[in-house]
């Protein structure tokens, strides 16, 4: 047997040990729960459940050392995956029921009591229970500590030491709590982690330190009355608690007392007479208005007597904070007046300000009858939060904060501490501007986080305070604390910055304004209504359940873009400057003739500073431009050919680059590089023969190619290439010039290359299978000249012909009218709605006539006799195109062409009497509405091709009329299902046939870039030369369905208007 075998036996062995141990475990843990499930409902099984409980930990602790064992024995015999199927749910099945037995314990206060962390001894069981102390890590405070804990549960027998090191870490906090935080919370490590503290903080030279400090911070005395107070020690709350014991109860009526009411609603009193009446009250010394002794006088509205009034409102803990800030408010208001200090209000000056004095005195006799319970029951705590709240208003801001008190048996009870509230100021400080409700907003914050920050330190000393939370309903306020300070402005910046010094570790969350007690404190109320205001005397109620159960974050912080107070971005740069080339001096210059110049004259200044040669002051000469010329020439050449100069300045040089090698380059006497070429032998001028070379992106060659280009009256390519080259060679000159000449904002308006965007998808009109003439497109076509009668030169007068055309089947219907005012074409269309019915969308160009004609429709559908006359039918929408865009109206413009061109061959040079221009017309409609919309069928069988005339006679309108069956006996005739299958037929045709050839793009099928917002454009007049079309900046894009721009909105000096991209001209611009 190998040493392998032996191992894999006794993990085996170990395995199965293991796991009758951790059932036997698990079986008394499971015993321990059934006991606690008993003593929920059964207070008789609690005594055996305080024994059972303090012997769960072992158990368990014992449970999970066998669970190592498993591990480790699984592990060697390989076979791990065992685990996840056995042993894990037996671990979860546990914890589960270790936890429901700790949920029962904490839920029974008897239990709790049982196994209290820190018994009480026997000697001391009669005295107050003594809470445990808390160590910080602070040296000063350890002695204490020590000394305290050793007394309460380190030598205590009857506390084992699992809960004694439970009891140490709950009493740590901060660094102290650090030293045994990596210890393991076991029986058996208690007394490492006690000797880990002793050793750390045990440090006589450290406490000795500690102690002179403080007796060095004490204050120096500076009087003998400081000694002489300190041989006579006061408590310090001895005064306090002796006052904050009493409440302030509301007193009986005077006179029967018996009842809590006012004097006049007293029934004894009642039953007086004037005289025994005046008597009581003059004899008690109340008030005759009211008859209280707590009411303030009557006192004038004067600014004296108001403030007067006011400073008798005695409330120094804030718990009448909303009716003082009302006041404080009122005061404000009676001050912007603007009358003196004992000038009452006139009567006919601000009455709601006297309405609202008089109603505050009334009912300030009812806060007698307030009672506010300043004690707070600390006796027995589990948990104490420190809660505030914050709000702002146009009157003024608030901050109300609440004592949150946890008690062991779950009861939540939630105080009043204080109430601040301030007044908004009548200016700000900045610029003289009101000050807005986002900053009122962050003001409350930080006067909340000033309450906070005093309170905690106070209360903090009595009573450990678990912490601290506040909240606002300003989603503003929030955002502006979470985010960087830097990125607001200083008024931001400062009070956020001093809110998180003085809460670090504040939560800050939303709280809706119905559920904020801070927003009755900044909007003030008066006396009655703040008696009767639950919301502020005991918080939202929210309060009163688990934190769990309160509201969560209901909003989310607002981006940098949505907040106010940012500041301007500035962005700071730093530009690393070389020393200047030359050639970054001649990207200055935009024409070549001021280049020119300028170095004329920079050269001539050379020459008089110092070379110190004579120059000459008059206008530049021809050798000195050309001069200028040559030095503009050497830069260029400098800066783009550096290696061909080095190659010609070599004696003997014998590589010249491909691209230049026909020119045969060579340096002259200057230093500039001059093409060699085939030409010397010639008659031209040595510049010609041998022309200074140039690159073709040089900004001094563009310079050069504009100067050409205008010289000649923006001639082509040819000519301005013939003309350079008598001077200059330029490197792909053809190239160059072409670049320039398309940059050329005269060129491109005299070439005037309109955009044209690909052929838009049809209309839903165009392709629905809907009943002829639903939907239609209307124009105009003529004049046409008629005459009265048939005699001779008789009087002559013009129609018109307005055609409508079905969107789907392509019919027409054409009617002849007088003129081209909307009354005409409203008669028209009348005879039209008379004979196809009434259309459902109307489609037209955006004529005079036919816009006052959808003005009148309008009206003419709001009387209600037209309605009730169409309301079986649908009132037709209009829809225009765009200004000047025949071509969005093809279907309609093909009609008119089509008429005119019979008509054109019918009538010639006739003049036609009315009657037969009409005959003429109507003939002529059914003309087309005879014609094929597609080919002829491919069934031999079928003879006909598809027409506008199947869809309204259900066969063409100039078919040969059929034989006449009237004498055909009945039962031969077809049954009306076929007819009316005859009719579906024609729109299964025309979907088949007609829609299909509808599919593909005619013309305009290439894709072009859109015209973009703010893209510089001309726009295109009729009968008008290019050089005077108006220029304008496009302020608008109209995309259709499929996303291509073909209208545009423009902005001239004409002012806005809207075209289509077919009759602007985009201007070349350098981006």
Partial sequence: MTNKTKKNETAEQALECARIARNRAQ????????????????????????????????????????????????????????????????????????????????????????????????????????????????????????????????????????????????????????????????????????????????????????????????????????????????????????????????????????????????????????????????????????????????????????????????????????????????????????????????????????????????????????????????????????????????????????LRVVHPTGKVSVSLVTCKTKVAPLKGSERDESLTIPRLELCAALLLAQLLHRLHTKIASVIPISH?????????????????????????????????????????????????????SSRGLLPSDLVACTLHWKGPTFLQLSEDQWPGPQIETLSLDGLPEVKNPSTCVMVVCETPSFDTFLLRFSSWSRLQHALAYALRFVDRVIVKRPTNTDALTPDELQRAMRLAVRVTQRTYFPELLKQLAKPNHLVTPPT??????????????????????????????????????????????????????HAGPKLIIAMLRQEFWIVSCREAVRRVIFKCVTCTRHKALHPTPRMGILPEARVHSVRAFSSVGTDYGGPYLIKECKRRNTKTTKVYIALFVCMATKAIHLEIVSDLTADAFLAALDRFVARRGVPAHVYSDCGTNYVGAARQLKQIFRDKNVQAQVSAHVVCDWHFNPPATP??????????????????????????????????????????????????????????????????????????????????????????????QMHQSFWKRWSREYLNTLQGRQKWTTIQDNLKVGDLVIVDAPNQPPSVWRMGRITAVHPGPDQIVRVITIITQDGEMKRPVVKVVKLPTDK
């Fill in 27 to 402: 079986k008394s843990i499971s015993d321990i729960l059934n006991i606690a499930r008993l003593s929920v409902n059964n207070p008789a099984e609690r005594e055996q459940l305080s024994a059972s409980v303090k012997r769960l930990d072992s158990f368990f602790s014992r449970f999970q050392a066998e669970q190592d064992v498993i591990i480790n024995s699984l592990v060697v015999v390989g076979r791990s995956d065992e685990y996840e199927k056995i042993d894990s749910p037996v671990v979860d099945t546990v914890e589960a029921v270790v936890d429901e037995i700790r949920e029962i314990v904490d839920r029974t206060s008897e239990v709790t009591a049982a196994i209290q962390p820190v018994p009480l001894r026997q000697s001391f069981s009669t005295f107050p229970k003594i809470e445990l102390p808390s160590f910080d890590g602070s040296i000063k405070n350890w002695c204490a500590f020590r000394d305290s804990f050793k007394s309460l549960v380190h030598e205590d027998s009857n506390v084992d030491n699992i809960h004694k090191f439970q009891l140490l870490s709950q009493s740590l906090t901060g660094s102290a709590l650090s030293v045994i935080k990596s210890i393991p919370l076991s029986a058996a490590n208690y007394n490492v982690a006690w000797a880990a503290l002793t050793d750390r903080f045990e440090n006589k030279r450290l406490l000795a330190t500690a102690h002179s400090d403080k007796l060095f911070a004490f204050k120096p005395i500076a009087s003998k009355l400081v000694l002489t107070a300190a041989s006579n020690p006061i408590h310090k709350n001895k005064g306090l608690s002796s006052s904050s014991s009493k409440l302030n109860k509301p007193k009986n009526c005077t006179i029967c007392n018996r009842g809590k009411h006012f004097l006049y609603h007293c029934p004894e009193f009642k039953t007086y007479s004037v005289s025994p009446r005046r008597e009581y009250v003059k004899e008690n010394k109340l008030c005759f208005s009211c008859m209280s002794s707590t009411h303030i006088e009557d006192t004038p509205n004067t600014k004296r007597g108001v403030l007067s009034a006011i400073a008798r409102l005695f409330d120094p803990i804030g718990a009448l904070g909303p009716m003082l800030l009302w006041a404080k408010s009122f005061m404000q208001q009676r001050w912007q007046t603007q009358l003196n200090w004992d000038t009452p209000l006139p009567p006919h000056r601000a009455p709601h300000l006297r309405i609202a004095w008089r109603q505050f005195l009334s009912e300030l006799p009812s806060l007698s009858n307030l009672t506010i319970t300043r004690h707070i029951d600390i006796r027995e705590y589990q948990d104490v939060q420190l809660l505030g709240f914050a709000d702002a208003s146009q009157r003024g801001y608030a901050a109300n904060v609440y």
């Fill in 887 to 980: 071509h969005f109206g093809g279907l309609w413009e093909a009609g008119i062409k089509s008429v005119k061109f019979h008509l054109k061959r019918v009538i010639g040079t006739q003049v036609l009497t009315y009657e037969e221009f009409e005959t003429l017309c109507v003939r002529i409609e059914g003309i087309l509405n005879s014609r094929p919309l597609t080919p002829a069928s491919m069934d031999p069988h079928d003879h006909t091709a598809l027409t506008p005339g199947h869809f309204l006679i259900g066969q063409p309108i100039m078919e040969v009329p059929e034989v006449n069956l009237t004498e055909v006996p009945m039962n031969r005739l077809t049954r009306w299902q076929l007819l009316r």
């Fill in 660 to 713: 230049m090698a026909q020119l045969a380059p060579f340096m002259d006497h200057a230093g500039l590089i001059r093409g060699g070429g085939r030409l010397q032998r010639s008659m031209l001028s040595d510049d010609a023969k041998h022309p200074y070379l140039l690159p073709k992106e040089s900004h001094v060659t563009s310079l050069l190619i504009t100067a050409f280009h205008r010289r000649l009256l």
């Fill in 468 to 520: 601290v939370r506040a909240w606002t309903d300003s989603s503003v306020v929030l955002s502006w604390l979470t985010a960087d300070q830097k990125m607001f402005k200083i008024f931001v910046t400062n009070r956020v910055a001093k809110i998180h010094t003085l809460l670090p570790n504040c939560k800050w969350s939303h709280v809706r304004t119905t559920e904020n007690p801070a927003d009755p």
